[in-house]
C-alpha cells in the first residue's frame, strides 16, 4: 500500500514536471522572439505609455530590457532544471550551481524592473505594484537559499516552488490584462494596473495550491 502511495505521488509530481516544462520552454521561446526578434524596438508595448511624468531614454530602456528579458528566460530555465528530480540525483554540484545561477538572476530581473517600474503602464499605482513585486520575489527567492544551506530540503523544495512561481508574472499580468480589456471592456492602462495586482495575488495563492497538492498525493 505504502509503495503504491509512494508510486503515486512520483508519477502525480512528474506530470506535473512534464506540464511546467512545456509551459515554462514555450514562454521562453516565446519572449525571445518577440523581444530579439519580432519587435526588438518594443513598439508594440511602448504604444500604450502615454502621459509618462519621466522621460523616457530610449536606448536605455530598450538594453535595459534586453537584460530583463535575457536573465528572466534564464532564470525560468535555470529553475526548471533545478526541478528536475534527475538533475538532482545525478549532480548535486550542477543542481547547486544552477541553483546560484537562479538567484543571480533573480536579482538582475528584480533590478532591471526596478529601473522600468517608473516608467510602467497605467502610471503611479502600476509601479507602486511592480516594487511590491520586487520586494517579495527576492525575499522568497532567500528564504529558498536560507533553507538548502540550514539542510531542509522539503522545506527549500517549498519555498523555491514559491519563488519560480514568479517566473511566470509577465504572462499572468498579460494575460489578465488581455482578459479585462478584450472581455469586460476596460482600458488598456486600467486593465494592466489590475493585471499587475491580480498576478500579484495568483502569484502568492497558486503555489500553496501546488504545495498542498503534493504533499497530499
Not at 522572439?33 to 530610449?58: H, Q, V
Not at 536560507?146 to 494575460?175: D, E, G
Amino acid at each position: 500500500m505504502r509503495g503504491g502511495t509512494k508510486l503515486d505521488r512520483l508519477n502525480h509530481q512528474k506530470v506535473l514536471f512534464n506540464i511546467l516544462s512545456v509551459v515554462s520552454i514555450l514562454i521562453i521561446f516565446y519572449a525571445l522572439a518577440k523581444n530579439f526578434m519580432i519587435d526588438p524596438e518594443a513598439e508594440g508595448f511602448l504604444s500604450y505609455k502615454t502621459g509618462l511624468k519621466r522621460e523616457l531614454n530610449l536606448p536605455v530602456w530598450l538594453n535595459v530590457m534586453y537584460v530583463h528579458v535575457g536573465f528572466a528566460c534564464l532564470a525560468m530555465a535555470s529553475g526548471l532544471l533545478n526541478f528536475s528530480t534527475i538533475n538532482v540525483q545525478n549532480s548535486r554540484k550542477l543542481h547547486r550551481i544552477n541553483g546560484y545561477v537562479y538567484v543571480v538572476s533573480v536579482l538582475l530581473v528584480v533590478l532591471t524592473s526596478g529601473y522600468m517600474a517608473p516608467y510602467a503602464t497605467g502610471g503611479k499605482v502600476s509601479s507602486m505594484g511592480f516594487n511590491l513585486l520586487n520586494i517579495i520575489w527576492p525575499m522568497i527567492t532567500m528564504m529558498a537559499l536560507v533553507q538548502i544551506r540550514k539542510k531542509r530540503m522539503i522545506s527549500h523544495w517549498n519555498w523555491m516552488i514559491r519563488s519560480y512561481a514568479f517566473c511566470f508574472t509577465n504572462m499572468l499580468i498579460h494575460m489578465i490584462t488581455f482578459i479585462s480589456e478584450r472581455i469586460f471592456g476596460l482600458g488598456y492602462a486600467d486593465s494592466y494596473t489590475i493585471g499587475i495586482y491580480a498576478a500579484l495575488a495568483l502569484l502568492l495563492l497558486i503555489p500553496e495550491v501546488v504545495i498542498r497538492t503534493i504533499h497530499k498525493s
